[in-house]
T-cell receptor
Framework: AQSVTQLGSHVSVSEGALVLLRCNYSSSVPPYLFWYVQYPNQGLQLLLKYTSAATLVKGINGFEAEFKKSETSFHLTKPSAHMSDAAEYFCAVSDGGANSKLTFGKGITLSVRP | EAGVAQSPRYKIIEKRQSVAFWCNPISGHATLYWYQQILGQGPKLLIQFQNNGVVDDSQLPKDRFSAERLKGVDSTLKIQPAKLEDSAVYLC?????????????FGEGSRLTVL
């Protein structure tokens, strides 16, 4: 079985500050890892994904994440937060197989202070 | 390209009533998923279809929930009878199918409130 753990439920940063959202995974096979963002009253939108190529993955809106097998982590970062980044962020894992499905973490709410 | 369409966006019902949600996936996407998202939690997979066949429904409460995907395109999720704990957002998602590596495209969701 696969799972992801997102510690904490809320992160607050100032505009222009570094954003760091943590995600640790558990998987018995090489994982495919994803970060999704959800704005209020909207569906989930893919930010970025790791599928066993480069360990540093760049996504939309200036976000990036680094796959670290030794730490079983896939933390999401952005050098400078913008007010529009305020949303809920979900880390997810899949085995990438023919019938792959996503298993999500519980999510982290990001607030950005002016 | 049109995204995943869902309706209704909002639904309020009394417990023990029934409700149905509809989903139209992105054209050409073979795989369709229904997720349940309870407030404060991550989405939980209810059922996964590959074309019109069920791949995984292990977490679907089959005594009250049912889903179908006729002709391998649109899908309907039904709850009968509803319980208070069914209050959630029901998300439909689709993907190209095998080889998509789990990249899903989500609709905006259907928010259900059970009173």
């Amino acid at each position: 079985a696969q799972s992801v753990t997102q510690l904490g439920s809320h992160v607050s940063v100032s505009e222009g500050a570094l954003v760091l959202l943590r995600c640790n995974y558990s998987s018995s096979v090489p994982p495919y890892l994803f970060w999704y963002v959800q704005y209020p009253n909207q569906g989930l939108q893919l930010l970025l994904k790791y599928t066993s190529a480069a360990t540093l993955v760049k996504g939309i809106n200036g976000f990036e994440a680094e796959f670290k097998k030794s730490e079983t982590s896939f933390h999401l970062t952005k050098p400078s937060a913008h007010m529009s980044d305020a949303a809920e962020y979900f880390c997810a894992v899949s085995d990438g197989g023919a019938n792959s499905k996503l298993t999500f973490g519980k999510g982290i709410t990001l607030s950005v202070r002016p | 390209e049109a995204g995943v369409a869902q309706s209704p966006r909002y639904k309020i019902i009394e417990k023990r009533q029934s409700v149905a949600f509809w989903c139209n996936p992105i054209s050409g996407h073979a795989t369709l998923y229904w997720y349940q998202q309870i407030l404060g939690q991550g989405p939980k997979l209810l059922i996964q279809f590959q074309n019109n066949g069920v791949v995984d429904d292990s977490q679907l409460p089959k005594d009250r929930f049912s889903a179908e995907r006729l002709k391998g395109v649109d899908s309907t999720l039904k709850i009968q009878p509803a319980k208070l704990e069914d209050s959630a957002v029901y998300l439909c998602a689709s993907s190209l199918g095998p080889g998509s590596a789990g990249e899903l495209f989500f609709g905006e969701g259907s928010r259900l409130t059970v009173l």
